[in-house]
């Protein structure tokens, strides 16, 4: 059974970067949907970006693009999120997800959660 673990959350300031990893077991990552969600304090979750099946296509949230980038490791069945530039407002618990959707922006489709890592951009 698939099982995910997300890492690489902390403290930055604005305007810094982070990368948060998302590692897999007990399934090969390159077969599912990837995404990358975050859930901000009194707000609703959020799709950040997600990407298909064996690097299928990538998609990123409005508020996102430009400043993220989803990258995957095979060898080491682990999915990266590359943040930049990143803003106060990028402050929230991220998560990644998996699913076998047809569509990996489908967010109803995804069954398979890791804990969360928290980001926090402040000064």
């Known amino acids: 059974q698939l099982q995910l673990v997300e890492a690489g959350g902390g403290l930055v300031q604005p305007g810094g970067s982070l990368r948060l990893s998302c590692s897999a077991s007990?399934?090969?990552?390159?077969?599912?949907?990837i995404g990358w969600f975050r859930r901000a304090p009194g707000k609703w979750r959020e799709g950040v970006s997600c990407?298909?099946?064996?690097?299928?296509?990538?998609n990123y949230a409005v508020t996102v693009k430009g400043r993220f980038t989803m990258s995957t490791d095979n060898a080491k069945n682990t999915v990266y999120l590359h943040m930049n530039s990143l803003k106060p407002e990028d402050t929230a618990v991220y998560y990644c997800?998996?699913?076998?959707?047809?569509?990996?922006?489908?967010?109803?489709?995804?069954?398979?959660w890791g804990q969360g890592t928290h980001v926090t951009v402040s000064s």
């Open positions: 007990g399934s090969t990552l390159e077969e599912y949907n």
């Open positions: 997800a998996a699913s076998r959707s047809n569509y990996c922006g489908d967010p109803d489709a995804y069954n398979t």
């Open positions: 990407s298909g099946p064996n690097g299928g296509r990538t």
